[in-house]
């Protein structure tokens, strides 16, 4: 069977969880918001669980899990210090995953147009990218602007289809999360997951990616499976 990366143009990167390990800095900058707020610090092993959704989601998941009784202006209160802390220290503990950069110099190299698609918010997408030594290495680095616009909605990778101008069937996903997998599904991407990321302990087998890795550069060895009637390839809308 042919090898799965030879059957693309172009691939599309989550950000957190799945390229760099972004837990600690996040998990700080909440420590500080929480202690601020008169709550209670959450453990390390604690974060990885909240990640994902955005900030909003995030803030107000950390403030349940500290036990804060938090109303509409608690929480957007909460969400302005950890904008302001995090903003701070985006790539102060966050570690790139090993093999990444090896990846991503490969991929490129053999002439595949990469992306990075997430969910967190520009100005902290892009420093976190440069300060990690790796954003030379996308053509493009897409973000929500609207809410509706993160994933698991297909629309980030709908544009990042155009960016890159190849159609979704001609796309790879690669990403750590429900969210990844199922917009991937909705877009007709092809969708490789990451067991080392923020996925919960959710069984990534259930939701049925093309393949699961334990490292970043297993991807480069990967044949290529048929794909079921119930995962038509469709066209950009």
Request: with cysteine; proline share 6%.
């Amino acid at each position: 069977m042919p090898k799965l990366i030879d059957c693309v143009c172009a691939v599309s990167f989550d950000l957190d969880g799945t390229l760099i390990d972004t837990a600690p800095d996040l998990g700080a900058a909440a420590n500080m918001m929480l202690i601020m707020l008169g709550g209670r610090a959450l453990p390390d092993d604690g974060i990885p669980p909240l990640i994902g959704a955005g900030v909003d989601e995030f803030v107000k998941r950390v403030l349940r899990q500290s036990g804060v009784t938090a109303d509409g202006r608690t929480q957007e209160t909460a969400a302005t210090l950890f904008r302001n802390l995090y903003g701070q220290r985006v790539f102060q503990r966050s570690r790139v995953y090993p093999n990444v950069i090896m990846t991503l110099h490969t991929l490129r190299a053999a002439g595949l147009t990469l992306c990075c698609v997430t969910n967190k918010e520009r100005k902290f997408a892009q420093p976190l990218l440069e300060l990690a030594g790796i954003s030379g290495y996308f053509a493009a680095v897409l973000c929500p602007q609207r809410p509706e616009d993160r994933k698991p909605s297909a629309s980030l990778l709908y544009s990042a289809c155009r960016q890159a101008e190849v159609e979704p069937m001609d796309m790879l996903v690669v990403g750590d999360s429900r969210a990844d997998i199922q917009a991937a599904h909705a877009a007709g991407c092809r969708v490789v997951a990451v067991d080392y990321g923020y996925h919960r302990d959710l069984p990534l087998e259930d939701l049925r990616p093309d393949a699961i890795v334990s490292n970043m550069r297993d991807i480069m060895e990967l044949s290529v499976r048929p794909r079921s009637g119930t995962r038509a390839l469709r066209a950009i809308p």
